[in-house]
């Protein structure tokens, strides 16, 4: 397999402008003419790994109500100026970070990042908002309640992380958020939103010194002197024995399954080996092997499909499922017995060069938007990946072998000992 | 962005418009089908869409997951879609290994085998897929909302079927739909991308040419009354939430007051956009009904829905309540919201700034090439390619005075449906 990939027009460094300001702020940025708009996209290290376990969602809670005003700015007006403009800027939190993604037209990139800054700095959580918001949340999560494919994923994680942060979900349950102060947001902003720890990506119609003019002019002088070390997480350890859980939701017609077991890290040598044999295993054309053996065989799924979750402290390997009841026990025996194969013989080199071909002759795709290009930009720097990491990309591709791919997925997949939960109409 | 199209039609009654883009390396070739379920008779609702998943089940040229592989390996995407007016498939690949398109999408226009062991697997997989979807209560209050806003227009159908009809459909029903709606005659190709427009051409007659028009058999729906009263509709399910849903009688895409339809659905319930990939939304956060409901502590979201179709359909307000809330008290405040803009004129900066966050949509969706090569196709189901390009300037013309005319015609509480999904106790 030789796949011509001009790796000249792929973002690399080159074209991609880093800078990190006195403050500790990182700015990565790439310009692209070719239609009037521009993204922002990054994150401060502030997450859920932060929730005292009382108060999960503290992070989630803090995030969205970071626009609900500011000290020279209230509610309507910020969202008044953002909509005015057709521009748009939201927050949410994640395990390690809260994140922010926002686009204008390029006119309109100024207001952006001012807006930005105003809402990372300034923000007031004025009590009459931080009330609404927290009803709103509670909804949600009451919406969540009666979700199959959130209920069962919740549960997943919790089952398989136990006590780490990513067992729990970041937007919390409904006893935690309730436990929640305007105090506690107020407190939780002040001690953790750091300049130090902030990446902005900037993509579109701008030139790279007219973005760092507009980020320093509003983000320059921001220090912050409180320093808290956060506790250390806890070690994440394999289940030793298969755990099978099943979540009752009355009145559903379909329930969800997610079953798996813990994954490589991000940064983990594993990582290439298992997302190409994950792609093998779950994902290549119709959903992979999973998608062939549960949909195109079987008939017994619209979705039957694998992921690789790898994160920084941590990941998941998993495979979802939404099936009649009836069927599920049958699509739970269908996924191990692929499992099974997966780990009894390598890939074979077909399928392995499949996916290699897909992997190196999509990311052009996967990179056309300026929101695509931020997205991977952020991901160098989030992983450390270095700025020529696309452009060496297809070369890690192709020097996985299938013995890798069969190595990785024994040292992962123990078909013994995974966690299977299922939510939906008990039979 | 309104960058030259050529368009053209082929003998065989194909229309074909090409769009030439070079800013990355990537074709998009989209193939609209001017059927959806707004074509079906009773009792084979949902038969559209389990043609398009048949049409993934190969011809005596590329055997079911054949295709699936070959555009995988060359890193190209591919999906398709049904709708109430079309069904449209497409693939975008890197710019040079776009003649499997062409192969592929010119093969199974006439050639798809259906074979009776995969209608029966693709049976239980579409049954599954609606199945996924009633677990939402949106879904079903939806569904329900649907049927009782149209007394005989297809459009009271979902667009996946009754599982009855799911359960009745046979091989033959569904080849003969095919056989009816699948030709070049009833068909628009629509490719945008790095290409030479004349080399790309000859690729189209290559691949398109040799297919015969034939006849269309596509079921026409009749006339629709109108609603002349307010109807209602409660659906009960499992959750904690109410869910409010108002439903009015919209005018057809084609039709002028569609655009001032469309400026009042962002002053209602915020800008929406009209792409269907990329570009993401704007927020509603300083829209009438926002401030109305949420910001007033009535509701935890609002948003609205148009949707361009070829027969009048409907515009939609979707509405998820507060908890301690009922659904009248805030049908109340949406009606006095509604009046208000009723009897006054609104101020013409007001138009103005729902054209700017038209345009600045337009733009986030020209960024990529799928989503261009999307409405170079897309127009042609309900009106003409004219439609998009204008589609700003059209706005551009609304008055404050055409604003209070179409909402006085249009919002009207005898032209509506509500629905509501009120939480019930479920027996484990």
Request: hydrophobic share 40%.
């Amino acid at each position: 397999m030789t796949q011509f990939l001009d790796t000249r027009s792929l973002p690399g460094p080159e074209d991609i402008t880093r800078k990190v300001l006195p403050n500790g702020i990182t700015i990565l940025t790439r310009s692209n003419f070719n239609s009037p708009s521009v993204v922002i996209s990054g994150y401060v290290a502030v997450g859920s790994y932060l929730d005292p376990s009382d108060k999960l969602g503290l992070a989630h809670f803090t995030a969205s109500a970071l626009m609900r005003g500011t000290k020279s700015q209230n509610f309507q007006t910020i969202f008044d100026k953002l909509e005015s403009a057709g521009a748009s800027l939201g927050f949410g939190a994640s395990v390690h970070n809260t994140s922010f993604s926002g686009r204008s037209l390029a006119e309109d990139l100024p207001l952006l990042i001012t807006m930005l800054a105003d809402c990372l700095r300034h923000p007031t959580f004025p009590q009459e908002y931080f009330d609404r918001l927290q009803v709103q949340l509670l909804t949600s999560l009451s919406i969540r309640a009666q979700d199959t494919t959130e209920m069962a994923a919740i549960t997943f994680d919790q089952l398989l992380f136990g006590d780490h942060p990513y067992g729990r979900p970041e937007d919390g349950f409904i006893e935690t958020i309730q436990k929640i102060t305007r105090t506690n947001l107020v407190d939780f902003h002040r001690e953790y939103y750091h300049p130090k720890n902030l990446v902005i990506v900037v993509v579109g119609a701008v030139e790279a010194q007219a973005v760092f003019d507009v980020i320093e002019a509003v983000l320059g002088d921001w220090q912050n002197p409180v320093q808290i070390q956060p506790a250390e997480l806890p070690v994440i350890l394999s289940p030793s024995k298969t755990i099978r859980r099943h979540i009752e939701l009355a009145g559903k017609s379909q329930t969800d399954l997610t079953l798996g077991m813990l994954g490589p890290k991000r940064k983990s040598q594993d990582y290439l080996p298992a997302s190409l044999g994950n792609s093998v295993l779950g994902q290549f054309g119709m959903m992979g092997r999973i998608g062939d053996a549960v949909r195109v065989k079987a008939g017994l799924a619209y979705d039957a499909s694998t992921s690789l979750n790898a994160w920084i402290d941590g990941g998941s390997w998993e495979v979802g499922a939404g099936v009649n009841p009836v069927n599920l026990q049958k699509a739970i025996d269908l996924i191990l017995q692929e499992l099974n194969h997966f780990i009894e013989e390598p890939v074979t080199n077909e399928e392995l060069a499949d996916s290699q071909a897909n992997y190196i002759g999509r990311l052009p795709l996967s990179l056309e938007s300026n929101a695509g290009v931020a997205n991977s930009v952020l991901n160098l720097e989030r992983f450390d990946l270095g700025l020529d990491y696309l452009q060496r990309y297809a070369q890690s591709i192709r020097a996985v072998t299938p013995e890798a791919v069969l190595e990785t997925a024994r040292k992962y997949i123990h078909t013994d000992a995974l966690v299977i939960v299922s939510a939906g109409t008990n039979l | 962005m309104l960058s030259e199209i050529r368009q053209e039609k082929l003998e065989n009654g194909l229309q074909v418009n090409l769009k030439e883009i070079h800013s990355a390396p990537i074709i998009s070739h989209w193939v609209w089908y001017r059927v959806g379920s707004r074509n079906e008779v009773a009792g084979k609702t949902g038969i559209s869409h389990w043609v398009e998943h048949m049409q993934f089940k190969g011809t005596p040229k590329f055997a079911p997951g054949v295709l699936d592989r070959a555009i995988s390996r060359d890193g190209g995407f591919w999906n398709a879609f049904t709708f109430l007016d079309w069904t449209t498939f497409f693939e975008t690949m890197p710019a040079d290994k776009i003649s499997l398109a062409l192969e592929l999408e010119s093969d199974r226009m006439v050639n798809s085998t259906f074979p009776p062991e995969e209608v029966e697997s693709e049976r239980t997989v579409v049954i599954s897929e609606r199945e996924g979807n009633e677990n939402e209560p949106l879904f079903r209050l939806d569904e329900a909302m649907q049927s009782a806003a149209f007394a005989s227009h297809p459009y009271r159908n979902e667009i996946i079927g009754s599982v009855e009809d799911l359960h009745a459909i046979q091989r033959n029903d569904l080849y003969a739909h095919y056989q009816s709606n699948y030709c070049p005659n009833n068909a628009v190709l629509a490719i945008a991308g790095d290409f030479d427009s004349d080399e790309m051409l000859e690729l189209i007659h290559k691949y398109y040419s040799p297919i015969a028009a034939h006849a269309v058999k596509t079921h026409l729906p009749g006339d629709e009354t109108q609603l002349t009263s307010e109807q209602h509709c409660e659906v009960k399910g499992p959750g904690d939430t109410t869910y409010l849903q108002l439903a009015y009688r919209a005018p057809t895409a084609a039709n002028e007051d569609f655009f001032t339809i469309s400026v009042i659905d962002s002053l209602l319930t915020g800008p929406s956009g009209l792409n269907m990939f990329g570009g993401g939304g704007i927020s509603n956060k300083t829209s009438r009904l926002y401030r109305a409901l949420v910001e007033k502590e009535f509701a935890i979201s609002v948003y609205g829905g148009l949707q361009a179709t070829i027969d009048p359909y409907l515009y939609n307000i979707n509405v998820t309540l507060r908890p301690g809330h009922k659904p009248e008290q805030v049908l109340g405040v949406i009606d006095n919201e509604i009046n208000r803009l009723q009897q006054s004129l609104i101020p013409q900066i007001e138009i103005d700034r729902a054209v700017k966050q038209a345009r600045a949509l337009f733009a986030y969706g020209s960024e990529n090439i799928t989503n261009q090569a999307f409405w170079l196709g897309y127009p042609e189901m309900f009106d003409h390619y004219e439609w998009f390009e204008q589609y700003v300037e059209k706005l551009n013309q609304v008055t404050p005075q055409k604003i209070q005319t179409a909402l006085q015609e249009y919002l009207q509480p005898q032209k509506r449906v509500v629905g509501i999904y009120l939480p019930e106790e479920v027996a484990a």
